[in-house]
Each structure stands twice: as structure tokens, then as C-alpha cells.
């Protein structure tokens, strides 16, 4: 038990450090990391992007759609629609976005990411690419292969955990209310 305990504190900590390295990555001084997912997600037409031609040499051309709701991006973000319309009126007022009128709801309208948003896109996609290239490369490719399906495992177990309430969440006396 006391070996778990240990191991326990240890991947607390790891996280801990990770979280605050990964606070410090920015895709560029134009666009935090929430304004560059957002971005995405409008881009990809409210799908979340993922997949190996998500960093590939160039984003997808333009689509031809009319734009994704507000409601569908944050759905596919797990984000509240209010939260998202911040984000989403800071990126218009800063040009990356444009709000078109829904075709059959006077009272919404769509989004669609915008040519200055695209370009915007473009070099944050180089910049989060060129850096993290450079960690893989320092890390080694076994490493790097080793430590993804770790991490993907990882993240299955705490979603899995997450999902079915957790240790803590079952009745655990703790002083911190869970």
C-alpha cells in the first residue's frame, strides 16, 4: 500500500509539473491554446480535429458551408455556450472570426473562421509543430512511442475513472469534501 501511496504522489506531482510546463507553450503571441482549439474546431466545420492531417504541412482549404452554430462548437469542446461566446467575441473583434446569419433562425447566427484567422492558424500549426518536433527529437522515438500509449492508457483509465464516479467521489472520508 505504502509503494501505490508513493506512486501515487509521484504521478500527482508529474502532472502537476506537466500542467505548468504546458502553460507556458503559446501556438503564437496572436492566439492562446483555447483560441487556437476554437479556431480548429470552427475550421473542421464543428468536428474535433484530430488525426495526422491535423499538423500536416497545410490546413484544410476553405470549406464551402455557411459556418457551425455556437452551440455545436461548444459541444464538441465541452464548454458552456456562454464561456465559448467570450472566447468567440475577443477572436471576432480581433478579425479571426466572422458570425454569418443562420439560414433558418433570425436569432443565431454561424461561425466561420476568417482569412486572417486561417493565416493566423497556419503559423501557430508551425510554431506548435517546429516546438514540439524538438521535444520529440530530445525524447527519442522509442521513448516518444513508449510514453504516448502510456499517456493515451493513462487517459483512458482517468476518463474510465471520471466517468464511473472514482475512488473518492464513492463514500472516501476526505478532508477536502469529496
Not at 509503494?3 to 492562446?32: H, I, K, Y
Not at 512511442?145 to 464513492?170: F, H, T
Amino acid at each position: 500500500m505504502e509503494n501505490n501511496t508513493s506512486q501515487a504522489l509521484r504521478m500527482f506531482l508529474a502532472m502537476d509539473r506537466m500542467r505548468r510546463a504546458w502553460s507556458e507553450v503559446t501556438p503564437c503571441a496572436g492566439v492562446s491554446k483555447s483560441q487556437f482549439a476554437t479556431l480548429l474546431v470552427i475550421l473542421y466545420g464543428g468536428r474535433p480535429p484530430h488525426g495526422a492531417g491535423l499538423l500536416s504541412a497545410s490546413l484544410p482549404p476553405p470549406e464551402q458551408s455557411a459556418g457551425v452554430s455556437l452551440s455545436e462548437v461548444a459541444a464538441v469542446m465541452g464548454q458552456t455556450v456562454p464561456a465559448l461566446s467570450q472566447r468567440v467575441s475577443r477572436m471576432e473583434a480581433l478579425g479571426y472570426v466572422e458570425r454569418l446569419p443562420h439560414p433558418t433562425d433570425r436569432r443565431a447566427s454561424l461561425l466561420r473562421v476568417t482569412g486572417e484567422g486561417r493565416a493566423l492558424l497556419e503559423q501557430a500549426r508551425r510554431n506548435i509543430t517546429r516546438r514540439m518536433e524538438g521535444i520529440l527529437a530530445r525524447m527519442g522515438e522509442d521513448s516518444m512511442d513508449r510514453l504516448l500509449a502510456l499517456l493515451e492508457q493513462l487517459a483512458d483509465v482517468m476518463e474510465q475513472s471520471n466517468a464511473g464516479g472514482g475512488a473518492a467521489r464513492e463514500g472516501e472520508d476526505s478532508p477536502c469534501g469529496n
